[in-house]
């Protein structure tokens, strides 16, 4: 009975449908040429690949917007379209498509030109995927911003010092500290980030031979593929601890492991990687012929860094930084 219900699913019934479409989309334009294959203004795969276009788009097509309206209906409480009528439907629109591609399939038939017409639409619709996510997700935020300040006074939300969520009500949801603290950490992770970064990126572009190169900036990036869960672990059960047995409890700031210095400190590490790459990539775009006319003039080589590399260079390592300065505040 599986093997029948496999053999009758959706999918597979489109399969054979575009399959079908494209050796009868074949057979038709070699019969029109009659032999002779020059007079047609496609090659007969060309019609071929037509029909499989013309049977696959339309069917996936379908297919998305009757699931959208089914679920939409679901979601509403209306039983707009059942999952019978989705399958004939989407059935109905494949067969229409292949019958249509065979039909066309003539001498005069630009079938290469139709088949990039299919896939230019596969693209526009690809396109058109990450525009309408990005306005989902605007109006997403918009709709519960808009339903979160009918429950809590926007005044105390923007200007209150209190967060304290309760669960059970009578919360208080002031910004304040969430920014404090958002740009507290993000300032300890950038003072440390960005000197390390900077300076590992000046001796691995400047100092550093090839050898040494390749195999000190394999082992920095790799921080970069490090998950940011297992660096919270790390900031919680090794750092924390380390910060309050060696620097809190002595100098009588505290017992508790959680700090914002730890998660400052954490968090430069996991930026230093971006920052080294970014600002390698900017001190390596310098042209070497500005170096060789700062040694020509009798400047060493920590002049020439100083006076001529990093100013060079300086658009690209700030970009870096701002762009890394988000991240951390993202985090």
Request: hydrophobic share 55%.
């Amino acid at each position: 009975m599986w093997f029948l219900d496999v053999l009758f699913s959706l999918p597979v019934l489109v399969f054979a449908l575009a399959t079908f479409g494209f050796f009868a989309a074949m057979a038709r334009a070699n019969a029109v040429s009659g032999g002779d294959i020059r007079t047609l203004a496609a090659l007969p795969k060309a019609h071929g690949n037509n029909a499989v276009l013309s049977v696959v788009v339309p069917a996936a097509a379908s297919l998305i917007i009757l699931s959208l309206i089914q679920l939409i209906g679901q979601q509403q409480g209306v039983e707009t379209l059942t999952t019978r009528h989705v399958f004939w439907a989407v059935l109905a629109t494949a067969a229409i498509g292949c019958i249509s591609a065979i039909a066309r399939s003539t001498a005069r038939f630009r079938a290469r030109v139709a088949s990039e017409a299919w896939i230019k639409s596969l693209l526009i619709a690809a396109s058109t995927v990450a525009v309408l996510t990005t306005i989902g997700i605007v109006l997403s935020m918009v709709f519960e911003t808009a339903n979160f300040f009918q429950q809590y006074a926007w005044i105390d939300f923007f200007f209150s010092a209190e967060w304290s969520p309760n669960f059970r009500g009578n919360s208080a949801l002031g910004i304040l500290p969430l920014l404090w603290g958002t740009l507290y950490v993000s300032l300890i992770a950038l003072l440390i980030a960005v000197p390390v970064g900077l300076f590992a990126a000046i001796y691995l572009s400047e100092y550093a031979g090839p050898r040494m190169r390749g195999f000190v900036k394999p082992m920095i990036e790799v921080l970069a593929g490090i998950p940011t869960i297992v660096y919270g672990l790390f900031a919680l059960i090794t750092i924390g601890p380390l910060l309050r047995d060696y620097f809190a409890q002595p100098l009588g700031l505290g017992d508790s492991a959680s700090s914002i210095m730890s998660a400052g400190l954490v968090m430069g590490i996991m930026l230093v990687p971006f920052v080294s790459s970014l600002s390698d990539d900017a001190i390596n775009a310098v042209p070497q012929t500005m170096r060789d006319g700062s040694f020509a003039v009798g400047a060493t080589q920590s002049e020439t860094i100083r006076q001529v590399v990093i100013p060079a260079a300086l658009p690209g390592i700030v970009g870096a930084c701002l762009l890394y300065t988000s991240d951390a505040a993202d985090e």
